[in-house]
């Protein structure tokens, strides 16, 4: 005879765990429908680093930000009349594999692989001016 009790319970049983939230002091709340588990982004503090410009001459790549291991993000905006392209593999050139933008956009490096080497630009004109933060 075994010293463990067997429980005969349906197939379609589920074992269940009550979650609850609340802060510390606080009502814990049972999560439900009416209740649901808050989630959602929080942010971090970061400090920008300016890395805006203008294209020296144009047609010839330029260093946007120089390489830098503890990048944890940046942004580029083109706020002139014509595409300027990015490249963080290497040069920047007037096509592909460089990222192209548009008058107007915006490119932001992903969360989730940021580049640490230099971030090379190129635009057709001197004088092409764009937006950039590092952080």
Do not use: C, K
Not at 6 to 23: C, E, L, M, N
Not at 62 to 67: E, L, R
Not at 88 to 97: D, E, I, M, W
């Amino acid at each position: 005879m075994s010293s463990n009790p067997v429980i005969d319970a349906p197939a379609t049983f589920v074992p269940r765990t009550a979650v609850s939230f609340g802060g510390a002091g606080d009502v814990a709340t049972a999560v439900d429908a009416a209740h649901p588990m808050p989630v959602g982004p929080r942010g971090v503090a970061v400090s920008y680093v300016d890395r805006s410009g203008v294209i020296a001459a144009g047609g010839t790549a330029q260093i946007a930000a120089v390489a830098n291991s503890a990048r944890q993000g940046f942004f580029v905006q083109n706020i002139s009349t014509a595409d300027l392209w990015l490249s963080s593999v290497g040069t920047a050139l007037a096509g592909s594999p460089s990222l192209r933008i548009a008058p107007g956009q915006l490119y932001e490096s992903p969360a989730h692989g940021v580049p640490s080497g230099a971030i090379s630009i190129i635009g057709a004109t001197t004088g092409q001016a764009y937006v950039a933060r590092e952080w």
